[in-house]
């Protein structure tokens, strides 16, 4: 189980309702896709912090939680694409303890250190 409610520094976060095994499956979140010709004028918008990249170079939006986990260069959990059904996997990827809160790496892999669009307090 999932919750959000405000961090210190990040905004919006989303914390566990309970205790999860690395490995565990935290969500599996439907997306609604964005072609890519409409990519670009997403960019330009307010959904630009809230969409993955996705097959070819089409967008998609995660319902559920999956667009307001923040990002971490030392994440707990990861993101897996299932292209295939159109829905994103949110896995433990580190033992993580029920009122901690849930973090991705926004680059994709746990350590893919490339700097993102914007400022990382880490």
Known sequence: MLVFRETKN???GVFAQQDFAPGDLIETAAVIIIPKQQVKLIT?????NYYFGWH???GAIGLGFSSLFNHSYHPNAVYI???AKNV???IAHKYI?????ITINY???V?????????VDE
């Not at 330009?44 to 630009?48: A, C, E, F, S, Y």
């Not at 350590?111 to 400022?119: C, G, I, M, Q, R």
Request: aromatic share 8%; no cysteine.
């Open 44 to 48: 330009k918008t307010v959904l630009l």
């Open 10 to 12: 990040k905004g919006r």
């Open 111 to 119: 350590d893919n250190l490339s700097p993102v669009w914007f400022d």
């Open 88 to 90: 994103i996997d949110i």
């Open 97 to 101: 303890r029920e009122g901690q809160e």
């Open 107 to 109: 680059n994709g892999s």
């Open 56 to 58: 070819g170079e089409s």
């Open 81 to 83: 694409k299932n292209f």
